[in-house]
Protein backbone atom coordinates (compact mmCIF):
# COMPACT_ATOMS: atom_id res chain seq x y z
CA UNK A 1 0.00 0.00 0.00
CA UNK A 2 1.21 3.68 -0.91
CA UNK A 3 0.29 5.03 2.51
CA UNK A 4 -0.55 2.97 5.85
CA UNK A 5 -1.74 5.67 7.83
CA UNK A 6 -5.62 5.10 9.16
CA UNK A 7 -8.15 5.72 6.55
CA UNK A 8 -11.85 5.23 5.99
CA UNK A 9 -13.66 5.23 2.57
CA UNK A 10 -17.06 5.87 1.25
CA UNK A 11 -18.69 4.05 -1.52
CA UNK A 12 -21.75 5.47 -2.90
CA UNK A 13 -23.85 3.76 -5.34
CA UNK A 14 -26.80 5.10 -7.01
CA UNK A 15 -29.14 2.54 -8.61
CA UNK A 16 -32.20 1.88 -9.72
CA UNK A 17 -34.03 0.58 -6.95
CA UNK A 18 -31.61 2.86 -4.28
CA UNK A 19 -28.85 4.47 -2.73
CA UNK A 20 -26.51 2.06 -1.58
CA UNK A 21 -23.32 3.56 1.05
CA UNK A 22 -20.46 1.61 2.22
CA UNK A 23 -17.43 2.67 4.75
CA UNK A 24 -14.25 0.15 3.94
CA UNK A 25 -11.01 0.46 5.77
CA UNK A 26 -7.98 0.86 3.70
CA UNK A 27 -8.37 -2.61 4.29
CA UNK A 28 -10.97 -3.38 2.66
CA UNK A 29 -12.84 -4.33 5.62
CA UNK A 30 -16.64 -2.88 5.97
CA UNK A 31 -16.83 -0.26 8.60
CA UNK A 32 -20.53 0.77 7.76
CA UNK A 33 -23.28 -0.02 5.13
CA UNK A 34 -26.82 1.85 4.52
CA UNK A 35 -29.39 1.18 1.69
CA UNK A 36 -32.35 4.12 1.07
CA UNK A 37 -34.61 2.71 -1.42
CA UNK A 38 -36.92 4.95 -3.83
CA UNK A 39 -39.78 3.91 -5.98
CA UNK A 40 -39.26 3.75 -9.67
CA UNK A 41 -42.21 5.43 -12.05
CA UNK A 42 -43.81 3.85 -15.48
CA UNK A 43 -46.30 6.62 -16.78
CA UNK A 44 -46.59 4.91 -19.84
CA UNK A 45 -46.14 1.03 -21.75
CA UNK A 46 -41.91 1.31 -22.15
CA UNK A 47 -41.36 4.06 -19.83
CA UNK A 48 -39.16 4.21 -17.08
CA UNK A 49 -38.66 7.32 -15.45
CA UNK A 50 -37.26 8.59 -11.51
CA UNK A 51 -36.93 12.02 -9.59
CA UNK A 52 -33.38 12.90 -8.93
CA UNK A 53 -34.50 14.55 -6.03
CA UNK A 54 -35.45 11.42 -4.71
CA UNK A 55 -32.06 10.22 -5.09
CA UNK A 56 -30.52 13.45 -3.83
CA UNK A 57 -32.81 12.57 -0.57
CA UNK A 58 -31.59 8.93 -0.29
CA UNK A 59 -28.13 10.26 -0.40
CA UNK A 60 -28.60 12.70 2.42
CA UNK A 61 -30.00 9.63 4.52
CA UNK A 62 -27.20 7.38 3.84
CA UNK A 63 -24.60 9.90 4.48
CA UNK A 64 -26.39 10.63 7.84
CA UNK A 65 -26.80 6.90 8.40
CA UNK A 66 -23.13 6.19 8.18
CA UNK A 67 -21.97 9.63 10.01
CA UNK A 68 -23.55 8.11 13.21
CA UNK A 69 -22.35 4.50 12.37
CA UNK A 70 -18.75 6.07 12.68
CA UNK A 71 -19.10 8.50 15.39
CA UNK A 72 -16.23 10.69 15.84
CA UNK A 73 -14.49 8.28 13.41
CA UNK A 74 -16.26 10.19 10.92
CA UNK A 75 -13.32 12.36 10.29
CA UNK A 76 -10.91 10.23 8.95
CA UNK A 77 -12.83 9.49 5.94
CA UNK A 78 -10.11 10.46 3.45
CA UNK A 79 -12.47 10.72 -0.17
CA UNK A 80 -15.61 9.67 -0.97
CA UNK A 81 -16.10 7.56 -4.67
CA UNK A 82 -19.53 7.04 -6.50
CA UNK A 83 -20.67 4.66 -8.69
CA UNK A 84 -24.21 4.68 -10.40
CA UNK A 85 -27.09 3.85 -12.77
CA UNK A 86 -25.32 3.64 -16.54
CA UNK A 87 -27.10 5.97 -18.96
CA UNK A 88 -30.34 7.53 -17.36
CA UNK A 89 -31.27 11.50 -18.51
CA UNK A 90 -30.73 14.38 -16.14
CA UNK A 91 -31.50 17.51 -17.27
CA UNK A 92 -30.96 21.03 -15.47
CA UNK A 93 -31.57 24.47 -17.07
CA UNK A 94 -29.41 27.48 -16.21
CA UNK A 95 -30.38 27.89 -12.62
CA UNK A 96 -29.23 24.07 -12.40
CA UNK A 97 -32.80 23.05 -11.78
CA UNK A 98 -33.82 19.47 -12.82
CA UNK A 99 -36.07 20.39 -15.97
CA UNK A 100 -38.15 16.73 -15.96
CA UNK A 101 -37.83 13.13 -14.12
CA UNK A 102 -34.78 11.13 -15.43
CA UNK A 103 -35.60 8.86 -18.60
CA UNK A 104 -33.64 5.51 -17.20
CA UNK A 105 -31.22 3.10 -18.86
CA UNK A 106 -34.41 0.45 -18.71
CA UNK A 107 -36.80 3.32 -20.82
CA UNK A 108 -37.45 2.10 -24.46
CA UNK A 109 -39.79 4.53 -25.69
CA UNK A 110 -36.83 5.48 -28.21
CA UNK A 111 -37.17 3.47 -30.97
CA UNK A 112 -37.60 6.15 -33.73
CA UNK A 113 -34.46 8.24 -32.12
CA UNK A 114 -32.49 4.89 -32.47
CA UNK A 115 -33.36 4.47 -36.42
CA UNK A 116 -32.97 8.33 -36.83
CA UNK A 117 -29.55 7.91 -35.83
CA UNK A 118 -28.50 4.89 -37.16
CA UNK A 119 -30.04 6.49 -40.35
CA UNK A 120 -27.95 9.65 -40.27
CA UNK A 121 -24.90 7.97 -38.88
CA UNK A 122 -24.33 4.43 -40.25
CA UNK A 123 -23.81 1.61 -38.21
CA UNK A 124 -20.16 1.18 -39.30
CA UNK A 125 -19.79 5.32 -38.65
CA UNK A 126 -21.37 4.87 -35.23
CA UNK A 127 -18.73 1.81 -34.75
CA UNK A 128 -16.01 4.23 -35.70
CA UNK A 129 -17.00 7.03 -33.88
CA UNK A 130 -18.46 5.97 -30.42
CA UNK A 131 -17.53 2.08 -30.77
CA UNK A 132 -21.03 1.24 -29.49
CA UNK A 133 -24.58 0.87 -31.68
CA UNK A 134 -27.69 3.13 -31.60
CA UNK A 135 -29.83 1.19 -28.50
CA UNK A 136 -33.05 2.28 -26.46
CA UNK A 137 -31.31 2.34 -23.54
CA UNK A 138 -28.48 5.31 -24.17
CA UNK A 139 -28.29 8.76 -23.27
CA UNK A 140 -28.25 10.58 -26.59
CA UNK A 141 -31.63 8.58 -28.02
CA UNK A 142 -32.79 10.08 -24.96
CA UNK A 143 -31.80 13.86 -25.62
CA UNK A 144 -33.71 13.45 -29.20
CA UNK A 145 -36.94 12.21 -27.67
CA UNK A 146 -37.16 14.77 -25.57
CA UNK A 147 -36.25 17.35 -28.39
CA UNK A 148 -38.69 15.99 -30.35
CA UNK A 149 -41.67 15.77 -27.77
CA UNK A 150 -40.78 18.08 -25.43
CA UNK A 151 -39.53 21.23 -27.28
CA UNK A 152 -40.12 23.94 -24.63
CA UNK A 153 -37.98 21.28 -21.70
CA UNK A 154 -35.31 20.87 -24.50
CA UNK A 155 -35.14 24.77 -25.20
CA UNK A 156 -34.28 25.48 -21.52
CA UNK A 157 -31.40 22.35 -21.40
CA UNK A 158 -28.36 24.01 -20.11
CA UNK A 159 -26.13 20.93 -18.26
CA UNK A 160 -26.61 17.05 -19.40
CA UNK A 161 -25.71 14.97 -16.74
CA UNK A 162 -25.71 11.12 -15.34
CA UNK A 163 -26.95 10.14 -12.42
CA UNK A 164 -24.02 9.62 -10.42
CA UNK A 165 -22.79 12.65 -11.36
CA UNK A 166 -25.84 14.94 -10.66
CA UNK A 167 -25.33 13.55 -7.38
CA UNK A 168 -21.68 14.45 -6.88
CA UNK A 169 -23.00 18.07 -8.29
CA UNK A 170 -25.59 18.23 -5.52
CA UNK A 171 -22.32 17.20 -2.44
CA UNK A 172 -19.95 19.80 -4.26
CA UNK A 173 -21.42 22.33 -6.76
CA UNK A 174 -18.68 21.03 -9.24
CA UNK A 175 -19.76 19.78 -12.93
CA UNK A 176 -17.82 16.34 -14.18
CA UNK A 177 -18.17 13.48 -15.27
CA UNK A 178 -15.52 10.03 -15.94
CA UNK A 179 -14.62 8.26 -18.70
CA UNK A 180 -16.71 4.64 -17.80
CA UNK A 181 -19.95 6.72 -17.10
CA UNK A 182 -19.27 9.09 -20.12
CA UNK A 183 -18.78 5.97 -22.79
CA UNK A 184 -22.35 4.93 -22.40
CA UNK A 185 -23.71 8.09 -23.54
CA UNK A 186 -23.16 7.42 -27.09
CA UNK A 187 -21.99 10.92 -27.57
CA UNK A 188 -18.24 9.91 -26.73
CA UNK A 189 -15.19 8.80 -28.27
CA UNK A 190 -14.55 5.76 -26.21
CA UNK A 191 -11.18 4.94 -28.38
CA UNK A 192 -9.92 8.92 -27.75
CA UNK A 193 -11.90 9.04 -24.19
CA UNK A 194 -13.12 12.13 -25.08
CA UNK A 195 -16.33 13.72 -25.91
CA UNK A 196 -16.99 13.08 -29.58
CA UNK A 197 -17.47 16.22 -31.62
CA UNK A 198 -18.80 14.30 -34.75
CA UNK A 199 -21.86 12.86 -32.99
CA UNK A 200 -22.47 16.40 -31.02
CA UNK A 201 -22.23 18.75 -34.42
CA UNK A 202 -24.03 16.04 -36.43
CA UNK A 203 -27.04 16.20 -33.68
CA UNK A 204 -26.61 19.93 -32.37
CA UNK A 205 -25.94 19.03 -29.16
CA UNK A 206 -24.13 21.92 -27.87
CA UNK A 207 -20.85 21.08 -26.29
CA UNK A 208 -21.31 23.37 -23.43
CA UNK A 209 -24.06 21.17 -22.48
CA UNK A 210 -21.57 18.43 -21.19
CA UNK A 211 -19.29 18.37 -18.42
CA UNK A 212 -15.59 18.10 -18.45
CA UNK A 213 -14.37 14.31 -18.46
CA UNK A 214 -12.02 12.71 -15.92
CA UNK A 215 -10.54 9.55 -15.22
CA UNK A 216 -12.64 7.72 -13.01
CA UNK A 217 -9.45 7.90 -10.28
CA UNK A 218 -9.10 11.81 -10.22
CA UNK A 219 -10.82 14.23 -7.76
CA UNK A 220 -13.19 16.19 -9.13
CA UNK A 221 -14.42 18.03 -6.44
CA UNK A 222 -15.09 18.32 -2.45
CA UNK A 223 -17.77 18.27 0.12
CA UNK A 224 -19.60 21.45 0.37
CA UNK A 225 -19.91 23.35 3.78
CA UNK A 226 -24.08 23.19 3.39
CA UNK A 227 -23.50 19.59 2.98
CA UNK A 228 -20.92 18.84 6.01
CA UNK A 229 -23.71 20.89 8.21
CA UNK A 230 -26.07 18.68 6.98
CA UNK A 231 -24.46 15.25 7.30
CA UNK A 232 -22.02 15.41 9.71
CA UNK A 233 -19.23 14.67 7.60
CA UNK A 234 -16.24 17.29 7.30
CA UNK A 235 -16.20 20.04 4.82
CA UNK A 236 -13.65 19.20 1.91
CA UNK A 237 -13.65 15.46 1.92
CA UNK A 238 -12.47 15.11 -1.75
CA UNK A 239 -15.07 13.57 -4.07
CA UNK A 240 -13.28 11.21 -6.81
CA UNK A 241 -15.04 10.89 -9.94
CA UNK A 242 -15.87 7.23 -9.75
CA UNK A 243 -17.41 5.05 -12.28
CA UNK A 244 -20.46 3.01 -14.23
CA UNK A 245 -21.95 0.44 -12.04
CA UNK A 246 -20.64 -2.15 -14.02
CA UNK A 247 -16.92 -1.05 -14.09
CA UNK A 248 -16.94 -0.31 -10.53
CA UNK A 249 -18.98 -3.99 -10.28
CA UNK A 250 -15.74 -5.21 -12.34
CA UNK A 251 -13.41 -3.04 -9.61
CA UNK A 252 -14.42 -4.59 -6.56
CA UNK A 253 -14.14 -7.83 -7.95
CA UNK A 254 -10.56 -7.51 -9.09
CA UNK A 255 -11.57 -7.91 -12.77
CA UNK A 256 -9.14 -5.10 -13.82
CA UNK A 257 -6.92 -7.00 -15.96
CA UNK A 258 -6.98 -9.29 -19.49
CA UNK A 259 -7.99 -12.48 -18.55
CA UNK A 260 -9.75 -12.10 -16.07
CA UNK A 261 -13.74 -12.07 -16.80
CA UNK A 262 -16.74 -11.25 -14.81
CA UNK A 263 -20.23 -12.57 -15.21
CA UNK A 264 -22.49 -10.63 -12.77
CA UNK A 265 -26.26 -12.14 -12.09
CA UNK A 266 -28.48 -9.44 -10.60
CA UNK A 267 -31.84 -7.90 -12.46
CA UNK A 268 -29.99 -7.79 -15.75
CA UNK A 269 -26.54 -10.60 -16.61
CA UNK A 270 -23.28 -9.00 -17.38
CA UNK A 271 -20.40 -10.62 -18.89
CA UNK A 272 -17.28 -8.42 -18.73
CA UNK A 273 -13.73 -8.65 -20.40
CA UNK A 274 -11.02 -6.13 -19.65
CA UNK A 275 -8.67 -5.36 -22.51
CA UNK A 276 -5.67 -3.18 -22.89
CA UNK A 277 -6.78 -1.64 -26.15
CA UNK A 278 -10.48 -0.44 -27.60
CA UNK A 279 -11.88 -3.66 -29.44
CA UNK A 280 -15.53 -3.72 -31.13
CA UNK A 281 -17.45 -6.49 -32.21
CA UNK A 282 -18.17 -5.95 -36.16
CA UNK A 283 -21.64 -6.32 -35.87
CA UNK A 284 -21.46 -4.79 -32.47
CA UNK A 285 -23.96 -7.55 -30.55
CA UNK A 286 -21.17 -6.36 -27.54
CA UNK A 287 -20.70 -3.21 -25.94
CA UNK A 288 -17.13 -1.62 -26.11
CA UNK A 289 -16.67 1.29 -22.71
CA UNK A 290 -13.80 2.32 -21.05
CA UNK A 291 -12.81 0.71 -18.01
CA UNK A 292 -12.62 2.51 -14.92
CA UNK A 293 -8.92 1.48 -15.40
CA UNK A 294 -6.65 4.29 -16.56
CA UNK A 295 -5.81 2.73 -20.32
CA UNK A 296 -7.71 0.00 -19.79
CA UNK A 297 -11.55 -0.46 -22.12
CA UNK A 298 -14.01 -3.44 -21.50
CA UNK A 299 -16.47 -4.95 -23.75
CA UNK A 300 -19.49 -6.28 -22.64
CA UNK A 301 -22.38 -8.08 -23.16
CA UNK A 302 -25.77 -7.38 -21.63
CA UNK A 303 -28.99 -9.89 -20.76
CA UNK A 304 -31.26 -7.74 -19.63
CA UNK A 305 -33.34 -10.23 -17.32
CA UNK A 306 -31.18 -12.33 -15.98
CA UNK A 307 -31.39 -13.32 -11.81
CA UNK A 308 -35.22 -10.55 -12.91
CA UNK A 309 -35.99 -13.89 -15.20
CA UNK A 310 -35.84 -15.95 -12.27
CA UNK A 311 -37.83 -13.66 -9.59
CA UNK A 312 -40.45 -13.10 -12.75
CA UNK A 313 -40.76 -17.06 -12.72
CA UNK A 314 -41.04 -17.42 -8.96
CA UNK A 315 -43.48 -15.12 -8.50
CA UNK A 316 -45.56 -15.41 -11.17
CA UNK A 317 -45.45 -19.54 -11.01
CA UNK A 318 -44.63 -20.14 -7.82
CA UNK A 319 -46.00 -19.75 -4.10
CA UNK A 320 -42.43 -20.10 -3.03
CA UNK A 321 -41.08 -17.26 -1.36
CA UNK A 322 -37.23 -17.40 -1.18
CA UNK A 323 -35.30 -19.21 -4.06
CA UNK A 324 -33.09 -22.06 -2.03
CA UNK A 325 -36.32 -24.31 -2.47
CA UNK A 326 -36.39 -23.70 -6.21
CA UNK A 327 -32.72 -24.36 -6.81
CA UNK A 328 -32.66 -27.35 -4.41
CA UNK A 329 -35.63 -29.16 -6.73
CA UNK A 330 -34.26 -28.20 -9.67
CA UNK A 331 -30.69 -29.32 -8.73
CA UNK A 332 -32.47 -33.10 -8.58
CA UNK A 333 -33.39 -32.58 -12.79
CA UNK A 334 -31.00 -33.91 -15.18
CA UNK A 335 -29.10 -31.13 -16.75
CA UNK A 336 -30.83 -30.11 -20.10
CA UNK A 337 -34.41 -30.32 -18.22
CA UNK A 338 -34.98 -33.40 -20.15
CA UNK A 339 -35.61 -31.28 -23.50
CA UNK A 340 -37.46 -28.00 -21.96
CA UNK A 341 -36.22 -24.92 -22.90
CA UNK A 342 -36.56 -21.17 -21.60
CA UNK A 343 -35.80 -18.14 -23.42
CA UNK A 344 -35.49 -15.14 -21.09
CA UNK A 345 -36.19 -12.03 -23.01
CA UNK A 346 -38.80 -10.85 -21.13
CA UNK A 347 -38.05 -7.04 -21.86
CA UNK A 348 -36.45 -7.35 -25.14
CA UNK A 349 -32.59 -8.45 -25.32
CA UNK A 350 -29.64 -6.63 -25.53
CA UNK A 351 -26.42 -8.94 -26.26
CA UNK A 352 -26.81 -10.68 -28.71
CA UNK A 353 -29.99 -10.01 -30.52
CA UNK A 354 -30.66 -5.79 -30.05
CA UNK A 355 -34.15 -6.50 -30.43
CA UNK A 356 -36.78 -4.90 -28.31
CA UNK A 357 -39.15 -7.33 -29.76
CA UNK A 358 -38.05 -10.34 -28.49
CA UNK A 359 -40.20 -12.43 -25.86
CA UNK A 360 -39.55 -14.93 -23.35
CA UNK A 361 -40.71 -18.74 -24.03
CA UNK A 362 -40.95 -21.86 -22.68
CA UNK A 363 -39.86 -24.51 -25.53
CA UNK A 364 -40.65 -28.16 -25.77
CA UNK A 365 -42.83 -28.45 -22.69
CA UNK A 366 -44.40 -32.14 -22.30
CA UNK A 367 -46.88 -33.90 -19.94
CA UNK A 368 -43.83 -35.44 -17.89
CA UNK A 369 -42.59 -31.98 -16.99
CA UNK A 370 -42.66 -30.98 -13.63
CA UNK A 371 -42.33 -27.69 -11.63
CA UNK A 372 -38.69 -29.14 -10.97
CA UNK A 373 -38.34 -28.79 -14.56
CA UNK A 374 -39.07 -25.60 -15.57
CA UNK A 375 -37.26 -23.88 -12.14
CA UNK A 376 -34.12 -26.11 -13.42
CA UNK A 377 -35.06 -24.42 -17.40
CA UNK A 378 -35.34 -21.11 -16.11
CA UNK A 379 -31.61 -21.43 -14.72
CA UNK A 380 -30.37 -22.88 -17.63
CA UNK A 381 -31.83 -20.57 -19.82
CA UNK A 382 -30.49 -17.57 -18.06
CA UNK A 383 -27.09 -19.00 -18.25
CA UNK A 384 -27.64 -19.77 -22.10
CA UNK A 385 -27.80 -16.20 -22.74
CA UNK A 386 -24.87 -15.09 -20.62
CA UNK A 387 -22.91 -17.79 -22.74
CA UNK A 388 -23.74 -15.81 -25.57
CA UNK A 389 -21.93 -13.09 -24.26
CA UNK A 390 -18.97 -15.26 -23.38
CA UNK A 391 -18.84 -16.79 -27.01
CA UNK A 392 -18.67 -13.48 -28.40
CA UNK A 393 -16.00 -12.29 -25.85
CA UNK A 394 -14.35 -15.75 -27.30
CA UNK A 395 -14.84 -14.47 -30.87
CA UNK A 396 -12.82 -11.66 -30.42
CA UNK A 397 -9.71 -13.39 -29.15
CA UNK A 398 -9.92 -12.02 -25.76
CA UNK A 399 -7.92 -14.42 -23.38
CA UNK A 400 -10.05 -16.02 -20.61
CA UNK A 401 -8.45 -17.61 -17.94
CA UNK A 402 -11.01 -16.95 -15.47
CA UNK A 403 -14.85 -16.48 -14.59
CA UNK A 404 -15.30 -14.09 -11.63
CA UNK A 405 -19.51 -14.65 -10.67
CA UNK A 406 -21.09 -12.05 -8.84
CA UNK A 407 -24.82 -11.34 -7.77
CA UNK A 408 -27.48 -13.34 -7.04
CA UNK A 409 -25.95 -15.88 -9.63
CA UNK A 410 -23.11 -16.85 -7.37
CA UNK A 411 -25.29 -17.19 -3.81
CA UNK A 412 -26.11 -20.72 -4.72
CA UNK A 413 -24.11 -23.57 -4.77
CA UNK A 414 -25.91 -25.02 -7.94
CA UNK A 415 -26.22 -22.03 -10.27
CA UNK A 416 -22.13 -21.74 -9.70
CA UNK A 417 -21.97 -25.13 -10.85
CA UNK A 418 -24.34 -24.53 -13.43
CA UNK A 419 -22.69 -21.62 -14.44
CA UNK A 420 -18.87 -23.45 -14.74
CA UNK A 421 -20.83 -26.45 -17.04
CA UNK A 422 -22.74 -24.08 -19.26
CA UNK A 423 -19.53 -21.79 -19.71
CA UNK A 424 -17.12 -24.84 -20.17
CA UNK A 425 -14.93 -22.78 -17.55
CA UNK A 426 -13.62 -22.41 -14.03
CA UNK A 427 -15.50 -20.27 -12.45
CA UNK A 428 -14.16 -18.77 -8.95
CA UNK A 429 -16.00 -16.54 -5.99
CA UNK A 430 -14.01 -13.51 -4.56
CA UNK A 431 -14.03 -12.42 -0.61
CA UNK A 432 -16.23 -8.95 -1.39
CA UNK A 433 -20.14 -9.40 -2.50
CA UNK A 434 -20.56 -5.52 -1.48
CA UNK A 435 -20.71 -4.91 -5.62
CA UNK A 436 -20.41 -1.35 -7.23
CA UNK A 437 -20.34 0.36 -3.77
CA UNK A 438 -16.94 -1.42 -3.07
CA UNK A 439 -15.33 -0.97 -6.04
CA UNK A 440 -16.11 2.76 -6.02
CA UNK A 441 -14.79 2.80 -2.19
CA UNK A 442 -11.39 1.08 -3.65
CA UNK A 443 -11.37 4.27 -6.50
CA UNK A 444 -11.70 7.20 -3.56
CA UNK A 445 -8.83 5.31 -2.22
CA UNK A 446 -6.57 5.85 -5.29
CA UNK A 447 -8.05 9.19 -5.34
CA UNK A 448 -7.10 9.82 -1.90
CA UNK A 449 -3.55 8.11 -2.18
CA UNK A 450 -4.44 5.50 0.10
CA UNK A 451 -3.31 3.19 -2.50
CA UNK A 452 -1.10 4.04 -5.87
CA UNK A 453 -3.52 2.29 -7.94
CA UNK A 454 -6.35 0.58 -9.32
CA UNK A 455 -4.42 -2.99 -9.40
CA UNK A 456 -2.54 -2.11 -6.44
CA UNK A 457 -5.48 -2.10 -4.43
CA UNK A 458 -7.23 -4.90 -6.19
CA UNK A 459 -4.48 -7.03 -5.31
CA UNK A 460 -3.78 -6.51 -1.70
CA UNK A 461 -8.14 -6.65 -0.71
CA UNK A 462 -9.72 -8.82 -3.60
CA UNK A 463 -8.61 -12.80 -3.00
CA UNK A 464 -10.60 -16.10 -4.22
CA UNK A 465 -12.79 -18.01 -1.68
CA UNK A 466 -13.92 -20.41 -3.55
CA UNK A 467 -13.12 -22.07 -7.67
CA UNK A 468 -15.73 -24.32 -9.33
CA UNK A 469 -13.82 -26.61 -12.33
CA UNK A 470 -16.80 -27.98 -15.24
CA UNK A 471 -18.47 -31.31 -14.62
CA UNK A 472 -18.82 -34.29 -17.18
CA UNK A 473 -22.70 -32.42 -17.34
CA UNK A 474 -20.49 -29.58 -19.86
CA UNK A 475 -20.39 -31.94 -22.49
CA UNK A 476 -24.30 -32.27 -21.84
CA UNK A 477 -24.57 -28.26 -22.33
CA UNK A 478 -22.46 -27.94 -24.94
CA UNK A 479 -25.12 -29.73 -26.94
CA UNK A 480 -28.27 -27.95 -25.47
CA UNK A 481 -26.49 -24.42 -26.05
CA UNK A 482 -26.17 -25.05 -29.79
CA UNK A 483 -30.00 -25.84 -29.63
CA UNK A 484 -30.65 -22.82 -27.45
CA UNK A 485 -29.03 -21.04 -29.64
CA UNK A 486 -31.56 -22.27 -32.65
CA UNK A 487 -34.53 -20.96 -31.10
CA UNK A 488 -34.53 -16.99 -31.36
CA UNK A 489 -33.91 -16.96 -35.17
CA UNK A 490 -36.84 -19.82 -35.46
CA UNK A 491 -39.22 -17.08 -33.59
CA UNK A 492 -37.29 -13.95 -34.53
CA UNK A 493 -40.29 -13.25 -37.16
CA UNK A 494 -43.11 -14.64 -34.57
CA UNK A 495 -41.87 -12.08 -31.63
CA UNK A 496 -41.60 -8.97 -34.36
CA UNK A 497 -45.49 -9.83 -35.06
CA UNK A 498 -46.51 -9.85 -31.49
CA UNK A 499 -44.88 -6.53 -30.45
CA UNK A 500 -45.99 -4.86 -32.94
CA UNK A 501 -49.59 -6.68 -32.03
CA UNK A 502 -49.45 -5.17 -28.59
CA UNK A 503 -47.47 -1.92 -29.11
Not at 39 to 56: C, I, R, V, Y
Not at 118 to 140: K, M, W, Y
Not at 169 to 189: H, I, K, P, Q
Not at 303 to 312: E, I, N, S, V
Amino acid sequence: MADRREAFLIGLDIGTTGVKGIVITQEGQIRASAVAEYPLSTPKPNWAEQDPEEWWKATLKILKSLAVSLGSEKSEIKAIGFSGQMHSLVLLDNQAQVLRPSILWCDTRTDEECRLINETIGEENLRNLVANPALEGFTLPKILWVREHEPEIYSRIAKVLLPKDYIRFRLSGEFATEVSDAAGTLMFDVAGRKWSAPILSQFSIPSAWLPPVAESTDVVGKLSRPVSEETGFPEGIPLVAGGADNACGAVGCGVVNEEIILASIGTSGVVLAPSSKPRTDLAMRAHTFCHSVPHVWYVMGVTLMAGGAFRWYRETFTNVNGYDHLTEEAATVPAGSEGLFFLPYLNGERTPHRSASARGAFIGATIRHQRKHFSRAVLEGITFAMRDSLEILRHLGIPIRQIRVTGGGAKSRFWRQLQADVYGSEVAMVNSDEGPAFGAGLMAGVGAGTYSSISEATEGIVSIKETIQPTDEASIYGERYQTFTSLYPALEDTFEKIHKQVN
